[in-house]
């Protein structure tokens, strides 16, 4: 009788004592996530040579350690259930048929994972982007194999799901261009105001506070338009990803100041009102 119990006592102590490994060798497994792929990350980005190479390490390491941490909870969580006891056996069989159920009732949720693992696969979008998808528009705070997560320029967080995401509009991928419109009236000399629009895009170009954001000279394309009370000259800059609003600002800003010392007018909405006089009050 007692060599019976001194057994069973000592497999619950064998079974508690292999129970609080595999707690430590959880915990372990988590410390080196959260502190190794951090780690291995920077040490990839600082071997690249391009920014959008770091930003897709950035964004992958995310998903790897999120991954890696459901893994090993899921694995250590299933060694614990055997250690006492319970039969790991049908509840795998159990969570295959649930999930086969799981599947036909939440095919969004299967299709949000789908489209998240294609958009990290092909590089469609990576942290620190500024993209349209979804509907929404805004700076990529986070993507995960569920959801994307934006915050526009007021400040509003969006959530995606990734499954909502047909078509990506990304304004951030290798360079960009700032593309500016400048309106002159009717009346003024068309190859004189191009010519101011040169000059102001060298003197911008060289500047030293925006020199690293270009890529190319000032292009002109020329008259774009005839509009109502104005002439419409487009030009554009190749510039850095992320450069081309700030660029335009400072453009538009320089072009009007340029504009006014040179005399060129600038039209704005007006109207003209004739009025007819009978010919004894003009008399």
């Not at 360079?175 to 191009?194: K, L, M």
């Amino acid at each position: 009788m007692f060599e019976y119990f001194y057994a069973g006592l000592q497999n619950h102590i064998e079974s508690l004592l292999r129970g609080a490994l595999i707690f430590i060798l959880w915990g372990i497994a988590l410390r080196v996530t959260q502190r190794g792929i951090p780690h291995l990350r920077e040490s990839l980005i600082s071997r690249q040579t391009s920014g959008e190479s770091g930003q897709r390490i950035r964004t992958l390491s995310r998903v790897m350690r999120y991954s890696l941490n459901v893994t090993a909870t899921v694995v250590a969580g299933l060694l614990m259930l055997g250690e006492f006891g319970v039969s790991v056996a049908p509840l795998l069989g159990a969570a295959g048929v649930a999930g086969i159920a799981i599947g036909f009732g939440a095919q969004n949720l299967v299709k949000d994972y789908f489209t998240g693992f294609f958009l990290l696969l092909e590089d469609q979008i990576r942290i620190g982007d500024v993209v349209e998808a979804g509907g929404k528009g805004g700076l990529v705070e986070e993507l995960t194999l569920r959801y994307l997560k934006l915050r526009d320029y007021s400040g509003n967080v969006h959530f995606v799901p990734n499954g909502n995401i047909t078509t990506v509009t990304n304004m951030s991928m290798g360079f960009a261009y700032a593309v500016i419109d400048a309106s002159i009236a009717y009346g003024e000399d068309i190859d004189q105001a191009i010519s101011v629009m040169r000059r102001t895009g060298e003197e911008i170009r060289i500047d030293p506070a925006f020199a690293n954001k270009f890529l190319a000279p000032l292009e002109i394309a020329g008259v774009e338009s005839w509009a109502s009370s104005a002439i419409v000259i487009r030009c554009r800059f190749k510039v850095t990803p992320l450069a081309q609003w700030d660029v335009r600002r400072e453009y538009l800003r320089r072009l009007k100041q340029a504009f006014d010392k040179e005399g060129i007018e600038i039209p704005y909405p007006h109207m003209k009102v004739l009025m007819d006089q009978p010919d004894h009050v003009a008399s």
